[in-house]
Each structure stands twice: as structure tokens, then as C-alpha cells.
């Protein structure tokens, strides 16, 4: 009997939708520390696949009978004959065709604000925590922070029924590859990144940030102003949206603040931190939404299915935020950080950068595993 298999875009509509789910992830326990798929109401279990090798029993105390499983892998293949043994045993289940590596490449999107001029999508690529936003205005649409696979943002505005004109990358991302240039070529948009946070003369054409204060866009109201706000890269650039929403990149989260130690710099971009902290965003109301380029923990996503936090909530949490002493803010920021750093890093970087080319197989390889760019900060 062949065995049922469930796709990833199915199982993350069936997420979505407040399923009960049961997934037994077959893979070695270090990978499923490292990363797994979360969600309201998934439950993980964790047998490696060679468990089952040694005893098709491996499971039999820690599944309970007349629930569906869902069997989940690296690609799909042991997954499926961790599920034939379960089905042989009356199991009902389904293994997720390609595994952890399709799962990589899932997105959603969820509307965070819908006005008389604007409209605001959070896009969610839930195995790699990334978050990319799509403002669609008058006809018009802006998008920030796009992963690779540009066809979403494309559906997005056809489904919006607006022309992508402009897309803003906030930095030069370590985790993920950047679909802005490409974007920009596929659209004609104007693609905007901060000078500082390339090197030599990249081989796409954009428009500095440094050199930009406001974006107008769609309905003259919508004003896209940039903020520069360094410290997670030293080009880090906010988007203060209408004065409403600070899509904040990887420089705040609502758990913590971006790590300044990827450039081998902690301690200096640490510095820059602080002073976009105390001086940059200063001045910003505590009503105003953030909206980060990732989240680090499940628990982010509210209950609206949206990652983002009033600026004064993050500011009464987060230990970092209320350490105004500039040499006790680096301590704490820098020390935070030194942790794992984002897998392939490096390579991810010198390919937003423009210098390095990879296939999609390969491109695929370098994205998969979480992201770490977010350090908690909580008191």
C-alpha cells in the first residue's frame, strides 16, 4: 500500500486553519533541536529514523493510536518508511513530500492594516522565522525585505491588483537570499539598499538609501521614510511607514535587537546600536507598531497571526532598551550575541552583495536551518 503524502503548502494551510497536528520528525535530535515545524496546535515528537532500524516498535508508547501522523524528514525519503512501518501497524498517516527542505521554502502572508489608502501584508517564511512585507497603495505596491522566491510577491500584487514600483531592502541580509534585485529586474521597480552595507560596485542597479528621506508611492499619504538605524549591519536601514508602522529590519524585534557581531566588529557596531537606540528612535511614539524582518521564537506570532509589538511594549521588556549607559548597553548587547552564528553566512552575504552567483539547488542548500539573527533581550 502506498503511502499518502501531504505537501508543505498544505501543511501550512492546515496549520493555518488551527488543525490538531502530530508530526514525528524522523531526523537525529540535533537537527530537530536546530530547527523544526512549530505551530498553534502542532504537536513534535522526535524519533530519529534510525530508531526504527534497530525496532519498528520505537514509537509504540509515544503515539497515540487513533491520531494522524504526519512523518517528516531532511527530503522525504526516510519519512516514508518510518511511515510504511506505522501504517503496517494501523497508524493513519502521511509523510511530507520533500521533508524539511520543501518546508524551507513555504511562505504566507496575513494583513496587518487595511485603510482608506493603504494596505499592509506580513509575509511569513515559517522554517526560516523571516518576515517580508508587501504595502499595497492606489495601484501601486512596495515590497521590503523579499525572500528569493519572488513568484509570492508577484501572486501578492496580482491578487492586489497593484504594479510593484518600489522594494526596499533594510540591509544585506546573513540568513536568507534577498529576492530585491531580482524583483527589480522581473518588475522594472526600483530596488533601494544602503551603500554602506555593500562592497565595490555590485552588479545590479539600485538606488542608496543614504541618500533617500522619503518614498512616496500609490496615494500621495503613503510615505515610506527611511531611518537610518545601524548597529545589526552598519547599513541598517527602518522604514517609518505613515508615521504608524516601523518596519524595523533586523535592528529591533519584539523580543530583542539585532546581533552586531556578524561583521567580527560586536563591540563597535554594538556602539552604533546603541546610538540608533537612545538617539534614532528616540523620538518615536510607544504606539507605533514594529514590524521586524524576522522573529526568533514561535511564541512572536500573536494570536492574530501577525509578529509585531508596540515600540513601548518592546521598550518596557527588553532589558537593553533600558540600559541608557552606553558601555553597560554594548556589554550586554555584544555578549548576547556571541552564539551561533547564521549557517553559510558568509556565502549568503556575498551573494546579496552581488558577489557570488549560485543555482537554485544550491541556493536552496545555503537557506536551509532557522535564522539567527535576532539576540533576546528580555529583563
Known amino acids: 500500500m502506498s503511502i499518502p503524502l501531504i505537501t508543505a503548502e498544505e501543511l501550512r494551510q492546515r496549520i493555518k486553519d488551527g488543525d490538531s497536528i502530530l508530526i514525528l520528525d524522523v531526523r537525529n535530535e540535533e537537527d530537530y533541536t536546530d530547527w523544526k515545524i512549530e505551530g498553534g496546535n502542532v504537536e513534535s515528537v522526535n524519533i530519529p529514523y534510525f530508531e526504527f532500524l534497530d525496532d519498528e516498535n520505537a514509537a509504540d508508547d509515544r503515539l497515540a493510536e487513533n491520531t494522524e501522523v504526519i512523518t517528516v524528514c531532511a527530503k522525504g525519503g526516510s519519512s516514508q518508511y518510518v511511515a510504511e512501518i506505522l501504517q503496517n501497524k494501523g497508524y493513519k498517516v502521511k509523510s511530507l513530500e520533500g521533508g524539511m527542505k520543501a518546508w524551507s521554502q513555504v511562505y504566507d502572508d496575513t494583513l496587518v492594516f487595511k485603510g482608506n489608502r493603504m494596505k499592509l501584508f506580513q509575509v511569513i517564511r515559517p522554517a526560516k522565522g523571516c518576515l517580508s512585507y508587501l504595502i499595497a497603495s492606489n495601484g501601486e505596491g512596495t515590497v ?3 525572500g528569493r522566491h519572488i513568484d509570492v510577491y508577484l501572486e501578492m500584487a496580482q491578487r492586489e491588483n497593484v504594479q510593484i514600483t518600489h522594494i526596499l531592502d533594510s540591509h544585506v541580509h546573513a540568513d536568507h537570499i534577498s529576492g530585491g534585485p531580482a524583483l527589480s529586474e522581473k518588475t522594472g521597480a526600483i530596488y533601494y ?65 539585532g546581533r552586531p557581531d556578524l561583521g567580527g566588529k560586536a563591540q563597535e ?110 529583563g
Not at 552564528?341 to 536552496?364: H, L, S, Y
Request: glycine share 6%.
Open 193 to 257: 539598499i544602503n551603500t554602506s552595507d555593500l562592497q565595490g560596485n555590485p552588479p545590479f542597479s539600485y538606488k542608496p538609501l543614504e541618500k533617500t528621506n522619503h518614498i512616496s508611492f500609490g496615494d500621495v499619504e503613503v510615505e515610506v521614510l527611511a531611518l537610518q538605524t545601524p548597529g545589526h549591519t552598519p547599513g541598517s536601514v527602518s522604514f517609518l511607514i505613515n508615521k504608524k508602522f516601523l518596519l524595523s529590519g533586523d535592528t529591533i524585534f519584539v523580543g530583542g535587537l
Open 269 to 378: 557596531w554594538a556602539e552604533m546600536l546603541y546610538k540608533t537606540v537612545f538617539n534614532q528612535i528616540k523620538n518615536l511614539p510607544d504606539d507605533v507598531l514594529v514590524l521586524p524582518a524576522h522573529y526568533a521564537d514561535i511564541s512572536e506570532i500573536n494570536e492574530h497571526g501577525i509578529v509585531g509589538a508596540q515600540l513601548g511594549e518592546i521598550r518596557s521588556s527588553n532589558q537593553a532598551m533600558q540600559t541608557k549607559e552606553q558601555k553597560a548597553f554594548t556589554e550586554i548587547v555584544s555578549s548576547a550575541a556571541a552564539t551561533e552564528t547564521p549557517p553559510n553566512f558568509e556565502t549568503i552575504v556575498a551573494i546579496n552583495r552581488g558577489e557570488k552567483q549560485v543555482d537554485e539547488a544550491e541556493a536552496t542548500e545555503l537557506e536551509i536551518g532557522p535564522n539567527r539573527c535576532a539576540v533576546h533581550h528580555h
Open 144 to 146: 521590503v525585505d523579499p
